[in-house]
């Protein structure tokens, strides 16, 4: 007989926090590329320079997660959300002072870089995941997942506002304030404490190192198949996110509708991160990563392929919004459901660079093809390209355990 799942008053406020804490470091991440045009006016800095710099953060990010997933594993979410917390702000009063690229790599990219791993999601999805069911899981995950959209839907439009009102340095101070609410934010996450039952490794069996994990994981065949469709979305997210706002200023679209794009990528993908999540708990979710990416790379044919107006563009917007991160509660869930909840942070952590290292990709090569042909009709087309391989990858790939490895490559915890 099926019985009823009981969501506790502490899952609840856990997966509340986590959402808002995702939504106000995402939210502002997001808003980067509101700035492209405006700081490259003042500092007369090209495309590729500002795509750099954003790519080196998203490098960062993605290089640090499996470091800082160990770090939250071993010394606990709370330490680690606040001092990712203060890193960041720091990075964005940095940036508002910046005078050439140089200053801004600094600032967006390193600073920011690095903070944004202490304070998304391989550390918040691993808090919750520990107080939650394996039955809770996926739809837990979806919806802190949605906390990064919802974001989106708010911090860019206001962050847009803050750019009319105040130009681009004003907005980086007031930015820099909003993102210190996520040290009061951290307090609504649990401790260290044991995981729920469940999970293929119990908490008594320590913390797997960096490369026992690495060891494991190379072993997995399929784990590096989800690696791979993980790299495209790191990529199709970096450049959207990155360029899409300049994309359609440069075709003749009213700077707000770029904002608003954003916005809505974020609002309907509240709704698919959320639904993406359920699902997940219902069907395989390898499947359902294949069809995502097929999706996107659909979505992106029939933009190109209609003629450019603020109607389809904020539609496109939508339609690529509900496939943006419903990757998430779906790859984390794969992750844990081959090796455990025990280590998930750093697990999912070596999963998200690989993300990482596409959004690197995404971000800086599609301002260096623009700078070179003055188009970019070329990265779009490579896109799609990726997303036809991630749905390949993605079918190819079965998400069953790879626990029993650990005793032979990683010792026994005696």
Do not use: K
């Not at 969501?7 to 106000?24: E, K, P, Q, Y």
């Not at 953060?57 to 010394?75: E, K, T, V, Y």
């Not at 494991?216 to 990529?235: E, I, K, P, T």
């Amino acid at each position: 007989m099926a019985h009823q799942q009981t969501w506790s008053r502490s899952l609840v406020f856990a997966i509340s926090a986590a959402a808002l804490i995702v939504t106000l470091s995402m939210g502002v991440r997001q808003s980067f590329g509101l700035l492209m045009q405006p700081i490259g006016r003042e500092l007369g800095i090209v495309r590729e320079s500002f795509g750099f710099a954003i790519a080196l953060q998203n490098l960062l990010f993605g290089l640090a997660q499996p470091f800082i997933g160990g770090l939250s594993d071993r010394f606990g979410t709370r330490p680690t959300l606040i001092l990712g917390a203060v890193v960041y702000a720091i990075g964005l009063a940095a940036a508002a002072l910046a005078t050439d690229s140089q200053s801004l790599m600094a600032s967006l990219g390193v600073l920011v870089g690095l903070a944004l791993s202490g304070t998304t999601f391989v550390v918040v999805l691993s808090a919750v995941g520990r107080i939650a069911s394996p039955e809770q899981r996926s739809v837990a995950f979806g919806i802190v997942t949605a906390g990064g959209s919802l974001g989106q839907f708010a911090v860019v439009p206001l962050s847009q506002a803050l750019i009319s009102v105040l130009q681009w340095r004003g907005a980086l101070w007031a930015l820099c304030s909003l993102i210190l609410v996520i040290v009061i934010a951290a307090f609504g996450l649990p401790g260290r404490q044991r995981e729920n039952s469940g999970s293929v490794l119990p908490s008594s069996e320590g913390t797997l190192t960096l490369g026992c994990a690495l060891r494991m994981a190379s072993r997995h065949r399929h784990y590096w198949l989800l690696n791979g469709g993980f790299f495209v979305c790191g990529f199709h997210v970096a450049f959207v996110g990155t360029h899409l706002p300049a994309f359609l200023v440069d075709q003749g679209l009213d700077a707000h509708i770029g904002a608003w794009s954003l916005a809505l990528i974020g609002l309907f993908n509240i709704l698919g991160s959320y639904l993406f999540g359920v699902w997940g708990g219902r069907h395989s979710r390898p499947w359902l990563l294949s069809f995502l990416y097929a999706s996107r790379g659909i979505a992106m044919v029939i933009f190109l392929a209609l003629p450019l107006s603020p109607l389809t563009a904020l539609a496109f917007a939508a339609t690529f919004g509900f496939l943006w991160l419903g990757t998430v509660p779906l790859t984390s869930g794969a992750v844990a459901s081959m090796f455990g909840m025990s280590q998930l942070s750093t697990l999912y952590g070596i999963v998200f660079l690989s993300h990482q290292l596409g959004a690197f990709l995404g971000a800086w090569w599609a301002g260096r093809l623009f700078d070179q042909t003055g188009s970019y009709q070329l990265i779009w087309l490579i896109s799609i390209g990726l997303a036809v391989i991630a749905s390949v990858l993605s079918a190819l790939t079965r998400d069953h355990s790879a626990m029993p490895s650990r005793q032979v490559l990683c010792g026994s915890s005696a």
